[in-house]
């Protein structure tokens, strides 16, 4: 029987986005604090990125390879 890592699995990739948004949030939460557009917007990309991810993986990645 072969072992899969947590993070190879769905509720693994799953957590893995969870955390990316809660940091993005972050950063973005500083970014509107200290005016800095730039790092307001870096994690907003990257709360979007994060969001999209699961969808991405499961209708166009493991779609298109058998």
Do not use: H, Q
Request: aromatic share 14%; net charge positive.
């Amino acid at each position: 029987m072969k072992k899969t890592s947590f993070f190879r699995t769905k509720e693994g990739s799953f957590s893995i986005a969870f955390i990316v948004i809660m940091i993005s949030f972050i950063v973005e939460v500083i970014g509107l604090t200290i005016n800095a557009k730039g790092l307001y917007c870096s994690g907003f990309l990257a709360i979007l990125a994060a969001i999209i991810y699961s969808p991405v993986k499961v209708y166009l990645l493991k779609k298109s390879c058998p």
